[in-house]
């Protein structure tokens, strides 16, 4: 079942995140409960974060549009900088996590982006986390973002984390 | 003017140059670790230095702490994530001017430098 608080919380920190440091407008799809495969084309960034929750944020999204997105952050046209393309969707995606727990009141630490171009190993649908996935479009392509929770502690438990972990059951 | 980019993201580093470059600095040193700024502090003599609070293996409240012990004077700015926020007092303390949160406009970081910079004057 979609937990829409969820998914407020992912579409608000997808879409500021890229407003602030792209000056990039996002338009969210509709949520699915469960995330997309990768295509061979695809650049990922994960993003884990641990604490009270515990979980991951992927940004997924095509190598051009990757490329223009790391554009848009250095501010300067990137051709071939694999480095600084890979590097410019990391930093996004800590920031998209971060910005998801941005009212969490608990430790929680946002870990170094992982890395990863065309097919992922595992099958998602084995593993026991839940999902909110949103596909979002805009004029540089398509950006899917995956939230997974691995994790939620029951107590103590602030408002915020009250709301998601209901609509998780 | 010159400034020094500490942060391990080169994308992050291209981005804080572009920005300062549209108020005026015209110098950049970068370094992408806490030793590597160390370093760099001495012979470059920076009017700014712009850190990463979460660099690579290092603790961003204890490098200011460690720049302030060679450099009383240059105005520090903070970049954090949000989850930064609650040790801002924190960095404050240990001698940051100021703490930009991510993410943020380059509008809000040159307007953040700047003060901090003015602060520095006064």
Redesign the interface.
């Known amino acids: 079942m979609l937990d829409l608080g969820l998914a407020e919380r992912l579409k608000g920190a997808a879409t500021r995140t890229m407003a602030r440091m792209l000056d990039l407008h996002l338009e969210p799809q509709t949520p699915m409960a469960f995330p997309t495969l990768p295509s061979s084309r695809d650049l990922s960034a994960e993003v884990g974060f641990s604490g009270r929750i515990e979980g991951s944020i992927v940004v997924r999204l095509g190598i051009d549009t990757a490329r223009r997105v790391a554009s848009l952050l250095t501010r300067r046209e990137l051709d071939t900088e694999a480095d600084q393309i890979c590097d410019a969707v990391g930093e996004l995606t800590a920031m998209v996590a971060s910005q998801v727990w941005a009212d969490e009141q608990g430790d929680l630490v946002v870990h170094a982006p992982l890395i990863s171009i065309g097919e992922i190993d595992s099958d998602p649908s084995l593993d026991d986390r839940r999902y909110v996935s949103i596909p979002f479009v805009s004029h540089v392509g398509s950006i899917q973002i995956d939230l997974r929770i691995g994790a939620v502690e029951a107590e103590p438990c602030g408002p915020a984390m009250v709301g998601a972990a209901e609509g998780l059951e | 003017m010159k400034a020094l980019l500490i942060d391990d ?4 580093r ?2 804080e140059r ?2 300062l470059g549209q108020i005026g600095f015209d110098r950049f040193a970068q370094a992408e670790s806490a030793d590597e700024a160390l370093a760099r502090l001495d012979s470059f003599e920076p009017d700014l230095a712009l850190i990463d609070a ?1 660099l ?1 293996g290092a603790d961003g409240v204890s490098l200011v702490e460690r720049l302030r012990m060679r450099d009383s004077t240059t105005p520090i700015v903070l970049i954090a ?3 930064f926020r609650r040790r801002a007092g924190e960095a404050i303390d240990a001698g940051a001017s100021t703490c930009v949160f ?4 380059p509008d809000l970081l040159s307007q953040r430098v700047l003060e901090a910079m003015e602060q520095g004057d006064a």
């Open positions: 993201s080169i994308a992050m291209a981005l572009a920005v979460h690579m994530l949000e989850q991510k993410p943020f406009t």
